[in-house]
């Protein structure tokens, strides 16, 4: 049981390349999500899914696009790369049901650079 | 609008003193509310939540959060604190009646403990 795993852990970009972070998870959670981490901001939403083929916006969703075309992959795209996108990307799985099982299990984050 | 505060950005404490960690949110309805750690370099993991019921939750490492409504406050407290305590807090919630599954986090707490 591997959990939440995100590739690639570091990434240089030059700005307007485009790139996709991949994230897989082996709970058979229906909810995941995609977080930037940025100093002193916290973590911002980018983008959630509560199932395959279901995917809706967050609070910072400009400039990235998802998809979610199974249960375990939830991708994230950066479709044409800006130094405002230089940041911490973590992405995190969980049950929808709510309740007890309603936890988030966190990957290791993926640290991207844009120049 | 959701959102999450939390007012110091780093606290520090000797090693045997209690501490505490502040969170206090403002959403609609009822809120799911949640705690995490994050060591150095590290994704998040899972401390706590406050789903229903008892107003005291206890969670991993001896963490312990009590839920209070009026005050709109889910403050993160252990009895005596140890060095390896040392790291980033983080705070989140989710309501429940909104009918979406956004997560917000606050901005983050450095906690300090002091050998």
């Known amino acids: 049981n591997a959990g939440v795993t995100q590739t690639p852990k570091f990434q240089v970009l030059k700005t307007g390349q485009s790139m996709t972070l991949q994230c897989a998870q082996d709970m058979n959670h229906e909810y995941m999500s995609w977080y930037r981490q940025d100093p002193g901001m916290g973590l911002r939403l980018i983008h959630y899914?509560?199932?395959?083929?279901?995917?809706d916006q967050g609070e910072v969703p400009n400039g990235y696009n998802v998809s979610r075309s199974t249960t375990e992959d939830f991708p994230l795209r950066l479709l044409s790369a800006a130094p405002s996108q230089t940041s911490v990307y973590f992405c995190?799985?969980?049950?929808?049901?709510?309740?007890?099982?309603?936890?988030?299990?966190f990957g290791p984050g993926t640290r991207l650079l844009v120049l | 609008a959701q959102s999450v505060a939390q007012p110091e950005d780093q606290v520090n404490v000797a090693e045997g003193n209690p501490l505490t960690v502040k969170c206090t949110y403002s959403?609609?309805?009822?809120?799911?509310l949640f705690w995490y750690v994050q060591y150095p370099n590290r994704g998040l993991q899972f401390l706590l939540k406050y789903i229903t019921g008892d107003n005291l939750v206890k969670g991993s490492y001896g963490f312990e959060a009590e839920f209070n409504k009026s005050q709109t406050s889910f403050h993160l407290k252990k009895p005596s604190a140890l060095v390896s305590d040392s790291a980033l807090y983080f705070c989140?919630?989710?309501?429940?009646?909104?009918?979406?599954?956004?997560?917000?986090f606050g901005t983050g707490t450095r906690l300090k403990v002091l050998a």
């Open positions: 899914s509560v199932g395959a083929g279901i995917t």
């Open positions: 959403v609609s309805g009822n809120p799911y």
């Open positions: 989140a919630v989710r309501s429940t009646t909104s009918g979406t599954y956004k997560y917000i």
């Open positions: 995190a799985s969980s049950y929808v049901a709510g309740g007890s099982q309603e936890t988030q299990y």
